[in-house]
């Protein structure tokens, strides 16, 4: 294999690992507790690493920028080591984290939390009920800026019950409140000697958080340095120091890694999409490195707009054919080398209510043109377009101009489409570009993803009635307003079953109307020493539970 390629490859992985995405965010996570690697990872180690080695230092394209929780231009993976969070979203359920315990009201309008004792921020002030309350009111206070969070919309009033509980008020049941509460931002708490004036929407004064590491040294656009904190409640860490360093993307991060000044890597599924699996194989042949994937984070999936009347992706039949003619097992295997898997459904199994027994819809070119026969797309002799009533079968599909996968994936799916008599217009924009196409509903197809395991189902489910987000692509549907009814229905149930019922309701109706195309699912990929131990996962593709790494 070309080297030069492999390190390009390679590097495009380092370049987006200090992503400050919002959604998504998708995305305060849980850890698992146990040594090795955890969640259904899959390990490639060859030697033992150099226990000499006690430090964590990684490349990274992207400096940590500001550090303060309740904004979000931030590293959502230095602020998940230096904040917390009340409770953490865990692969067994949402667990006690800063609150030791809680209770909901029988009208899922009230929680009252107990706070953990003996729990101190970074600069010694005393976590309490009455820091949990400034924390959220100074979130509140900016509400404009986290109208994405629904929790944020029903929350009406927090009250100090004693030093050690605190009481949430909703104006209505939400069902996901603790899930959003246990997010990387903005429910999370910063020292009120870091507020100005009370208030952190214009910035803060220093980023002490409670969590297993502390912010001690930042040289902006050169490197972050973060310190275990000794006096965490949870432990001291036994990983001492965790180094950002911001290198270039290129030969140079590659070098770096190579010659031990970083000797850690991780990238989220968006990363993963142009790892080059022989250059890290090789990294594993020295000895000196190990390869760690997490389980399914994400659906990478092509949304079809049923609203747009005029175009033939409001047509079922189109969408159907569309489906048919990906090759999600080619594409795993030689856009992604196996890194990513074949995604037959809008969420992976492992996602909360998602295992429901959907009908799997395969490649299958000849099913694709029967269904267009059937629906009135003919194609005439000598043309290699349908038309049907006059009009020709052509749409445009956008993709994300600096994604080589998405690229590939387009280039695939235009040739496959061409077999069916299917014209693809391919359309390469800027990401912020397509983000404004989705919201405003001017696209026909466009590449997508789900909000990621720790914010899904609720989150990527809530957008599809969102004007901001998916509502153009399920409008047009025939179960659009009672689509939107159980939406609306399953977020504030306080029912289990009513909700598992609700959730299958809604995932039925936006498979069989073929709105989202899934294509791969994502994983976490991480590259570490060999001698680094207990390498696990949170819920969420941006942070990873340091605090419990351990070099044998």
């Known amino acids: 294999m070309n080297i030069k390629k492999g390190v390009v490859l390679l590097t495009a992985l380092l370049a987006i690992i200090w992503l400050s995405a919002c959604s998504a965010g998708n995305n305060g996570e849980g850890a698992q507790s146990s040594s090795g690697a955890q969640n259904g990872a899959d390990v490639q180690s060859s030697a033992e690493g150099d226990s000499s080695v006690k430090e964590i230092i990684y490349a990274t394209a992207k400096d940590i920028n500001d550090m303060n929780p309740h904004l979000y231009p931030g590293s959502m993976a230095a602020q998940g080591i230096v904040y917390e969070s009340l409770v953490e979203n865990t692969k067994d359920g949402i667990k006690p984290l800063l609150a030791e315990s809680w209770e909901i009201s029988s009208d899922g309008k009230v929680y009252t939390f107990q706070l953990r004792k003996n729990v101190t921020f970074h600069d010694g002030a005393p976590f309490n009920a009455e820091a ?17 969070i629904k929790l944020s919309t029903m ?33 999370v708490f910063l020292s009120p000697n870091d507020f100005i004036d009370g208030e952190t929407k214009d910035g803060v ?52 890694l190579q010659k031990g000044e970083v000797n850690f890597v991780f990238t989220d599924d968006r990363g993963a999409d142009s790892l080059d699996v022989e250059a890290m194989q ?20 092509i949304v079809a707009n049923s609203s747009k009347q005029e175009s033939p992706a409001s047509d079922k039949a189109v969408r159907e054919a569309i489906w048919h003619v990906v090759d999600r097992e080619m594409i795993s295997r030689t856009i992604f080398s196996g890194t990513e898997t074949a995604a037959e459904t809008l969420f992976s199994a492992n996602v909360n209510y998602a295992d429901i027994g959907l009908e799997a819809r395969s490649y299958d070119p000849g099913k694709a043109m029967q269904l267009l026969e059937q629906a009135g797309w003919v194609q005439e002799a000598g043309s290699d377009i349908r038309t049907k009533n006059g009009s020709p079968l052509v749409l445009k599909l956008y993709y994300d101009v600096n994604s080589s996968s998405q690229k590939t994936e387009a280039e695939l799916l235009q040739s496959e489409a061409l077999k069916i008599g299917m014209k693809l217009e391919l359309i390469g924009e800027e990401s912020s570009s397509i983000a404004n196409r989705r919201s405003t509903g001017d696209y026909e197809l466009l590449f997508n993803q789900t909000w990621g395991l720790a914010y899904d189902p609720q989150s990527t489910i809530a957008a599809f009635a969102a004007d901001s987000s998916y ?82």
């Open 132 to 148: 949990v309350k400034l924390n959220i009111e100074a979130v509140q206070r900016n509400a404009s800026k986290h109208a994405w």
């Open 471 to 552: 509502r153009h692509t399920t409008s047009g549907i025939a179960q659009a307003e009672q689509l939107y009814q159980m939406i609306d229905e399953v977020m504030v149930s306080t029912d289990e079953e009513t909700r598992k019922a609700l959730y299958r309701d809604i995932l039925t109706i936006v498979h069989e109307e073929a709105v989202f195309i899934p294509l791969t699912n994502g994983s976490v990929t991480v590259v570490a020493p060999t001698g680094l131990q207990s390498i696990s996962f949170k819920q969420t593709q941006f942070e990873l539970p340091f605090e419990l790494m351990y070099f044998e």
């Open 155 to 187: 929350l009406e009033e927090v009250s100090v019950i004693d030093e050690h509980t605190v009481q949430m008020k909703l104006t209505e049941p939400y069902y996901p409140a603790l899930l959003e509460l246990s997010m990387t931002r903005p429910f």
């Open 205 to 256: 004064k220093g980023y002490n958080g409670t969590g297993p590491y502390k912010l001690t040294e930042h040289v902006t656009e050169q490197y972050a340095r973060f310190t275990a904190n000794e006096s965490y409640w949870g432990g001291e860490p036994k990983v001492k120091s965790i180094t950002a360093k911001v290198l270039p993307a290129g030969e140079t991060t590659l070098l770096a």
């Open 282 to 301: 090789r990294l594993v042949d020295s000895g000196d490195y190990q390869i760690v994937r997490s389980e399914p984070m994400n659906t990478k999936m």
